[in-house]
């Protein structure tokens, strides 16, 4: 307890806290000037978040959470590497889809199994989807960013022909549903009653924890994060920097895959809509959030995908009163905009904490 | 012939807009910042202007109105790129964190904003600014129908905008600066060029021309805002790319771009096409496919500002 200054967990932890503080405060000015009456009320709510509704909203809060664990594991792995992918967006989709079809067509399998084939495929789709950015920055140095962004568009687009050609059910005009293949629930409904929980949360911390072990406690690991440090030094180190870019990326498209396939294997998640907007999938963009907010550590993002959760069912109960849900999405940017600062925050935050220990 | 205009007209829709933030993300990009919040510039430039043009319909004439909007549109994008400026030469903040947000924030606060005050995430507007003809310029064969014909204001001033970049860019003191920054900070400083001071303006610039763009994208296909530009702030950037970097590329690669957007849209309609029977995801996918290639090709000896995304370190002189 002595160097708290040096002290690297404090100071990252305390970091986040303060953009967290700040951003509730931002949202409680935000409803002070749009809805004064209801300002107090609102904030209240938002702090209270998923625990409005009881055990219910806990339930819908893991629920939640689930799916943005794993974009948030995908993004913070490939973050580890020094690969930032925004395309977790489109493997999202890739693995949703691959779920669904599995889901819905392969019905020779047993059902007992049917939902882990499907998940499975899932996770293996997201990967290949990435693989491609993965090869090109590997060996082509193609910059990670704009080709996993246009891949996200041509997985959305192909995604929407790919619906259409294989799943569509033109009398209810949607997809049909993988109802054979739903997550198993195991009875947490009867703790969580009326939530939506599913088994979909505790396989995304079963996934944090093999992510944790992987880049903590494996060589492959240790080599992975020298490669984000940096690649040069890892490759004079006899480190094959090439192989250990697309397999970061490969497997933080696993992620982003299993993710998809756990939010739609769910009977109440969304049906598929044919409609050519990225936004109508926005767990692969909160993942970035919760990636940032959990500092890119897979035991960190469990708990920042928790908190993600807590305040978008925050922002359900919101509608209590005549108040926008909007306001968490606000919360959230703010949030995610003062963590881009948090070089600045953790500077402060050691500076505060010398004068404090100077002063014992 | 007539199905030919009418893709023409309709392709400047997309090409103008996608050129005109293209050209924004260039000069931040070519001052040393590398600006992925190009889509929610768009999005608060589009809200405050179609919010304008909701306001004051009526009051002026069309075309003065679609001017102040526009006017209104820049200011507001610049204000917002000042955010994405502080955090990133300021705060040396990562610039892919900071643009992250601004995107996030843009989305939820138009809509949020929309409701409080128009109680919808909609907001409606009159569009009076289409120009059926333009005096005797239209009345050109072939050319006055290609250029002259069912088209806005804005396809002048994107052409116009085209013309002054390339200008600024190559053939001032400003342009060699700012390529300057983005190429090699460090000799840019030691040669007495202020870079914070540049990299402000690239961003400002890029502020101003995406705030503008998100106005040009919103007003002809749709007579109600809801809160996004459709992805093409990042579409944008694939353009950008795409273009290499260079304002006359950049216009090639928007014409390809929004070409090809508009055929998905009318392929069917389209005789020689309409034959080949191919669905709509293949004209929509290969822009896209198209600018992966070309990235595959090109990245080697990549013609990107060598600094863009790295904040600039004195201490690396």
Same mark, same amino acid.
């Given at each position: 307890?002595?160097?708290?200054?040096?002290?690297?967990?404090?100071?990252?932890?305390?970091?986040?806290?303060?953009?967290?503080?700040? $951003?509730?405060?931002?949202?409680?000015?935000?409803?002070l000037?749009?809805?004064?009456p209801?300002?107090?009320?609102?904030?209240t709510?938002?702090?209270?978040?998923?625990?409005?509704?009881?055990?219910?909203?806990?339930?819908?809060?893991?629920?939640?959470?689930?799916?943005?664990?794993?974009t948030?594991?995908?993004?913070?792995f490939?973050?580890k590497?020094?690969?930032?992918?925004?395309?977790?967006t489109?493997?999202?989709?890739?693995?949703?889809?691959?779920?669904?079809?599995? $889901?819905?067509?392969?019905?020779?399998l047993?059902?007992?199994i049917?939902?882990?084939?499907?998940?499975?495929?899932?996770f293996?789709?997201?990967g290949?989807?990435?693989?491609?950015?993965g090869?090109?920055k590997?060996?082509?140095?193609?910059?990670?960013?704009?080709?996993?962004?246009i891949?996200?568009?041509?997985?959305?687009?192909?995604?929407?022909?790919?619906?259409?050609?294989?799943?569509?059910?033109?009398?209810k005009?949607?997809?049909?549903?993988?109802?054979?293949?739903?997550l198993?629930?195991y009875?947490?409904?009867?703790i969580?009653t009326?939530?939506?929980?599913n088994?979909?949360?505790?396989?995304?911390v079963l996934?944090?924890?093999?992510?944790?072990?992987?880049?903590?406690?494996?060589?492959?690991?240790?080599?992975?994060?020298?490669?984000?440090?940096?690649?040069?030094?890892?490759?004079?180190?006899?480190?094959?920097?090439?192989?250990?870019?697309?397999?970061?990326?490969?497997?933080?498209g696993?992620?982003?895959?299993?993710?998809?396939g756990v939010?739609?294997?769910?009977g109440?998640?969304?049906?598929?809509?044919?409609?050519?907007?990225l936004?109508?999938?926005?767990?692969?963009?909160? $993942?970035?959030?919760?990636?940032?907010l959990?500092l890119?550590?897979?035991?960190?993002?469990?708990?920042?995908?928790?908190?993600? $959760?807590?305040?978008?069912?925050?922002g359900?109960?919101?509608?209590?009163?005549?108040?926008m849900?909007?306001?968490v999405?606000?919360?959230?940017?703010?949030?995610?905009?003062?963590?881009?600062?948090?070089?600045f925050?953790?500077?402060?935050i050691?500076?505060?904490?010398?004068k404090?220990?100077a002063?014992k | 012939?007539?199905?030919?205009?009418f893709?023409?007209?309709?392709?400047f829709?997309?090409?103008?807009?996608?050129?005109i933030?293209a050209?924004?993300?260039?000069?931040?990009?070519?001052?040393?910042?590398?600006?992925?919040?190009?889509?929610?510039i768009?999005?608060?430039?589009?809200?405050?202007?179609?919010?304008?043009?909701?306001l004051f319909?009526g009051?002026?004439?069309d075309?003065?109105?679609?001017?102040?909007?526009?006017?209104?549109?820049?200011?507001?994008?610049?204000?917002y790129?000042?955010?994405?400026?502080?955090a990133?030469?300021?705060?040396k903040?990562?610039?892919?964190?900071?643009?992250t947000?601004?995107?996030?924030?843009?989305?939820?606060?138009?809509?949020?904003?929309?409701?409080?005050?128009v109680?919808?995430?909609?907001?409606?507007?009159?569009?009076t600014?289409?120009?059926?003809k333009?005096p005797?310029l239209?009345?050109?064969p072939?050319?006055?129908?290609?250029?002259f014909?069912?088209? !806005?204001?804005?396809? !002048?001033?994107?052409?116009?905008l085209?013309?002054?970049?390339s200008?600024?860019?190559?053939?001032t003191?400003?342009?060699?600066?700012?390529?300057?920054?983005?190429e090699h900070?460090?000799?840019?400083?030691?040669?007495g060029?202020?870079?914070?001071r540049?990299r402000?303006?690239?961003?400002?610039?890029s502020?101003?021309?995406?705030?503008?763009?998100?106005l040009v994208l919103?007003?002809?296909?749709?007579?109600?805002?809801?809160?996004?530009?459709l992805g093409?702030?990042f579409l944008?950037?694939?353009?950008?790319?795409?273009?290499?970097?260079k304002?006359s590329?950049?216009?090639?690669?928007?014409?390809?771009?929004?070409v090809?957007?508009?055929?998905?849209?009318?392929?069917?309609?389209i005789?020689?096409?309409?034959?080949?029977?191919?669905p709509?995801?293949?004209y929509?996918?290969?822009? !896209?496919?198209?600018?992966?290639?070309?990235?595959?090709?090109?990245?080697?000896?990549?013609?990107?500002?060598?600094?863009a995304?790295?904040?600039?370190?004195?201490?690396?002189?």
């Open positions: 307890m002595k160097n708290l200054s040096k002290n690297k967990a404090v100071i990252n932890g305390s970091a986040s806290v303060l953009s967290i503080l700040i $951003g509730f405060g931002f949202s409680f000015l935000v409803l000037i749009s809805n004064a209801y300002s107090f009320v609102g904030l709510t938002l702090l209270l978040g998923g625990f409005n509704g009881g055990m219910q909203g806990i339930g819908n809060v893991l629920y939640t959470a689930g799916p943005i664990i794993l948030g594991l995908a993004v913070g490939a973050f590497t020094g690969l930032f992918n925004i395309g977790a489109g493997q999202f989709i890739i693995g949703a889809f691959t779920a669904v079809y599995v $889901g819905v067509r392969w019905t020779f047993p059902v007992e049917h939902w882990v084939v499907a998940l499975l495929a899932a293996i789709a997201g290949l989807w990435a693989l491609i950015p090869i090109l590997a060996y082509r140095n193609v910059n990670e960013v704009i080709s996993s962004i891949m996200n568009y041509i997985g959305l687009y192909l995604v929407n022909y790919m619906i259409k050609i294989t799943i569509f059910d033109p009398t005009n949607q997809a049909l549903m993988p109802t054979r293949a739903y198993p629930v009875g947490l409904d009867k969580f009326n939530s939506s929980i088994v979909g949360f505790f396989i995304a996934m944090a924890i093999i992510a944790y072990i992987i880049l903590e406690k494996t060589t492959f690991g240790y080599e992975l994060k020298a490669c984000g440090f940096n690649r040069f030094a890892a490759e004079y180190a006899g480190i094959n920097s090439k192989r250990n870019i697309w397999l970061s990326m490969v497997i933080s696993c992620f982003a895959g299993l993710a998809g939010m739609y294997l769910a109440s998640a969304r049906y598929f809509e044919i409609i050519d907007l936004l109508q999938y926005p767990e692969g963009f909160t $993942g970035i959030s919760v990636a940032l959990g890119s550590n897979p035991i960190g993002i469990i708990f920042a995908g928790i908190f993600i $959760g807590y305040i978008k069912i925050g359900f109960y919101l509608q209590w009163y005549p108040i849900p909007e306001i999405d606000l919360m959230v940017a703010v949030i995610i905009y003062l963590s881009a600062l948090s070089f925050f953790r500077a402060k050691v500076y505060v904490l010398r404090f220990e002063k | 012939m007539n199905i030919i205009y893709v023409v007209q309709n392709s829709l997309f090409i103008v807009p996608l050129m933030v050209l924004g993300g260039m000069f931040s990009e070519r001052s040393g910042v590398i600006n992925i919040a190009l889509e929610g768009m999005i608060i430039g589009a809200f405050f202007g179609i919010f304008f043009i909701r319909s009051t002026m004439p075309q003065v109105l679609i001017i102040v909007a526009m006017l209104v549109s820049i200011t507001m994008g610049v204000i790129s000042l955010f994405h400026a502080y990133s030469i300021n705060m903040a990562n610039q892919t964190i900071s643009g947000a601004l995107n996030l924030f843009a989305a939820a606060f138009t809509i949020y904003t929309a409701k409080v005050l109680g919808a995430k909609q907001i409606d507007f009159k569009n600014f289409r120009i059926a333009v005797l239209g009345d050109i072939v050319i006055g129908d290609f250029f014909k069912n088209t !806005y204001l804005f396809t !002048y001033i994107g052409l116009a085209l013309l002054l970049s200008y600024v860019l190559f053939k003191r400003f342009g060699l600066r700012l390529r300057a920054c983005g900070p460090q000799a840019a400083d030691a040669a060029i202020n870079v914070t540049m402000y303006a690239g961003v400002m610039i502020g101003a021309l995406a705030g503008l763009g998100g919103i007003v002809p296909i749709t007579t109600n805002f809801s809160g996004d530009v093409y702030g944008a950037l694939a353009v950008l790319i795409f273009g290499q970097w304002p590329n950049i216009f090639f690669a928007a014409v390809f771009f929004g090809t957007s508009t055929i998905s849209n009318v392929a069917s309609i005789p020689f096409l309409a034959v080949l029977k191919l709509s995801a293949v929509k996918i290969l822009p !896209y496919l198209a600018t992966l290639v070309v990235l595959t090709f090109t990245s080697k000896k990549s013609a990107a500002p060598k600094a995304g790295e904040p600039y370190d004195q201490g690396k002189r």
